[in-house]
C-alpha cells in the first residue's frame, strides 16, 4: 500500500507532463511541394432524427413519412430505427424513392423497394440510400379493417465530404 500511493503519483506527474508538452510544443508538418495547391478533404459525420414518436393509421390507409435529402456529397447514407404497434395484427413498413412512391399513389405495385418489412407488430428498419433524392417511408395499414396505433423512432445517418482548400492560391 506504501508504495502504490508513490507509483501512482509518478503517472499522474508524467501524463499531465506529457500534456503540457504536448499543447506548448508546436508539431512540425511536412512543408507544401512546391508551386501546389494544398486541400484538405474531411468526411464529416451527418445524422438527421426523424423524431416520428406515436402516430395513429386509419383503416384501409398509410401515414407517409417524405425525407428530402439534399447534399449531394452525401455518402453512406443509411436510414435506420424501429416501429412498434398497440393492438391490431401489425403493420407492414417501407422505404420507396420518389419513382416508385409515384407508382404506389397511382394504385401501382412499387417494382423496387429499398426497405420493406413484413406484416408485424415490430420489427427494426434498416436500409441503404443510394444518393441524394427524394424518399418516403410508408407505415402500411391498407389490409387492415381497424386503425392501428403505431411508435416509430427513424433517423439517417451520413458522411458529406468537405474541401477545404485555404486561399486556394499555390503554396
Not at 509518478?10 to 508551386?35: F, I, S
Not at 428530402?68 to 456529397?73: F, K, N, Q, S, T
Not at 391498407?142 to 386503425?147: E, I, K, L, P, Q
Amino acid at each position: 500500500m506504501k508504495l502504490t500511493r508513490p507509483i501512482l503519483v509518478a503517472v499522474a506527474v508524467a501524463l499531465v507532463g506529457l500534456v503540457v508538452y504536448r499543447r506548448t510544443v508546436p508539431r512540425q508538418n511536412p512543408a507544401p511541394l512546391e508551386g501546389q495547391y494544398v486541400l484538405q478533404i474531411h468526411s464529416l459525420p451527418v445524422t438527421h432524427n426523424l423524431a416520428l414518436g406515436e402516430f395513429e393509421v386509419p383503416a384501409k390507409s398509410t401515414h407517409d413519412v417524405r425525407i428530402a435529402l439534399d447534399e449531394p456529397r452525401m455518402q453512406n447514407a443509411r436510414l435506420s430505427g424501429y416501429f412498434s404497434t398497440t393492438g391490431g395484427a401489425g403493420i407492414q413498413v417501407m422505404l420507396l424513392d420518389n419513382a416508385q412512391y409515384t407508382h404506389l399513389q397511382n394504385r401501382q405495385t412499387p417494382s423496387e423497394f429499398l426497405f420493406l418489412s413484413k406484416t408485424a407488430q415490430a420489427g427494426n428498419i434498416e436500409a441503404m440510400i443510394p444518393s441524394a433524392g427524394t424518399y418516403y417511408l410508408i407505415f402500411d395499414n391498407s389490409a387492415s379493417d381497424s386503425s392501428i396505433k403505431v411508435k416509430s423512432d427513424v433517423s439517417v445517418r451520413y458522411e458529406t465530404m468537405q474541401v477545404d482548400s485555404g486561399t486556394g492560391q499555390k503554396k
